[in-house]
């Protein structure tokens, strides 16, 4: 069957490699992917490790459906203890990795130690090496690949590296595969670099037996054919999420330089349309029909004629809007820069907008800065600064210690204007007129971020029976109010729940978020899912046993962030959400902020909807019934 | 982005969503005429610049500015 | 007329779900290597090739593969393990592909050659 593959617990430092079976039992409670994982680093690391140390942890996983019949079924997961915020180090990553994983056997790697060289491992068909990686260290993320594929005859091996940035342990460095699918948030790249791991590649000529073969074939049809079916999926299709930003835009839910505004005047050069002057075609994961990534040749600038994937709607933020940039040369060349050399498009952009906001307003100056010129819209700044953070060099050396550490070293008050929670920042979406995003940021495991609990749907204003549908009794029983206004505080609490839950599914699963509830309410859900599970592995799981895991690691991932330090504190937005209303866009979005006491309201609901006392704390209860305790366990 | 996706499933066809756009002032439904690059909203009057994924189906791109 | 598998590698995105439903079609498994097609990843801003796995060429429609690629083409398509049997007809390749690079249709016989 397909859920044979196994877990290697590899220590770099003393060259083990220990091979287990993943149970039924196990794979029942916590899924696969970011499920299993969730569970395997509470239970692998100690408390309080060095995140940059040998005691972290690091944790590689395919889903439960990854390689399968099931849309997009390619997505890798990553955890460790984040280097970034001491919390949950957390972040999925499309492409073709986690299937050909599956395919060498593997469903699961536990990779702890500190290699006394650099390495990298190598998996093929059940077996692991531990290989010398010296000749790769140095190399950016596209030669390190093309090496490994050089060095193992193969081109069709696949690839997770780390660039010079993970090397030199930037605190947002990603983990890549391919040219932009990025593990993107929380530091994965820098424990990566810490143990010496410059890469760990994949091939495997294993076969992943369908427990229903006809029927499986016949339900990813139809469930890829109800994807496109959606005008998200078209749409998708053709701009990426490139296209989001057309319509935040001109809302006014789109964080302008740092944070003083929420919209980018005369930002049509930003637009997705624009990609087609560039374009040479699309890219998809694996076994994807939405294909979202651009694939696109530079025609201008230090940059032009190189060949490079993306951008997102993300790096439209880091690199336009939040930046005051107005140039999608800027962005389309920041991003190939990010994703050379391995750095969180986000966590770059937040961290250079947070450096412009304090240089206009004068805190630092040029001699902080090595006399770069770092007013807003200054794009030859931006992309100086991309490198220089890449690089470690003067500036961009401070800046590569993330937010808070950043700040630190300033000073001078300049942590006011981090746009940060829990230690990581936010995409550049501005949350002041939607309520239900702002709890979700603040909330979500691994800080301030937009796909672990964003109700994406909530900002269309949904018709009533449309939310019913979604978030009544799906499967898990409420019987609150929902409330179909996205400037409403009412019945959101459930909402951030509810997604949160969907996106641990769909993290554990392996598949990707683009085709479940996520923008669209017409999309697969626990329902699907179910039948998925069923079909391609045999496993029969009710949509209330898939909630339930969910559930279950979720909870895990909150205990672990307790275990860290965490406390209802961190749960809290920036306070110039509170403070300072928007200055632009419609009027829905115009003169909002987000009211405290109502905000505190709406998170004390969402504790007790979690069944976590009024510090956020799960109650014993709620442990009991997922059947976890506090106390680590080594059942694996 | 924001309420042109499928925000009523049961009543409108494929078809009817894929030509219409949703105001991102008022977030009325308005079907804008073929191919046009821009429309004017007929229950707020905002004016919005069109994007077309092919000929039967269009977005909002962004604000249209008057002249 | 007869029926022909013509391939648009242009619109290919490398998504490899024709390689993936094949497999489960003809083995009940997801194993890329048991596939009667794969696609081959040409690197940058080349993009992507499915080849077929068939002896039966006059059958397989890649004329716009782009003149350098022939070679390829026909090198992969020798090392295949299996061949294709385009499914008696109904290859859940094509079925699969919502990029349009595969498409299973009829054709003049003079244009198949």
Redesign the interface.
Known sequence: MALNGKLAVIDLSDRSVSIKEIPMSVRKRFLGGRGLDAYLLYNYTLPGSDPLGPSNVMIVSCGLLGGLLASSSGRCHIMARSPLTGFVGSSNIGGYFAPELRFAGFDHLVIRGRAAIPSYLWINDGRIEIRDAAHLWGKDVFETQAALEQELTDRAVQTLCIGPAGEKLVRFATVMTGFKNAAGRTGLGAVMGSKNLKAIVARGSGSLDIAHPEAALEYNRSINERILATKIAGTMQKWGTMFIYGGTNAIGFVRTNNFLSNQLEDGEGLEAENMEDVSVGHGACFGCQVHCRHRYVIKEGAYAGTYAEGPEYSSQGAFGSMVGCRDLNTVLACNHLVNRDGMDTLETGNMIAWAMELFEKGIITLADTDGIDLRFGNDEAVIEMVRRIAGRVGFGHILAEGPLRAAGVVGRGSEDYLIQIKGMSNLHSDERPTPALALGIATSSRGADHIRSRPGIDVYNLPLPTLERVYRDNPAPYAGPLVNRFDSYEGKAWMVLWQEHNYMAVDALGVCKFHTIFMSPNLPSFTEFSRMVELNTGLCLTPLQIWDAANRSYTLERMFNIREGLTRAHDMLPERYFTVPTPAGLPMAKGKSIDRDRFEGMLDEYYGLHEWDASGTPTPQLLERLGIGWEPTDVL | ??????????ERS?EE??AEVRC??C?GHFRPPSGADHADCPHCGAS?RL?W??AH?V?????WKKS | MTEVLRIDAKSCTGCRLCEIVCSVKKTGSVNSARSRIRVVRLGGSSGYLPVVHRRDLAVIMAGDIGPGRATMFEEYRRTGLAQCDFCGGDPACAKACQAHALRYERCAQEEVG
């Open positions: 982005m924001l309420g042109e996706e499928d925000t009523q499933p049961k494929r969503r894929d991102l002032g977030l919005w994007t994924l092919d189906s977005k909002i791109r962004g604000p």
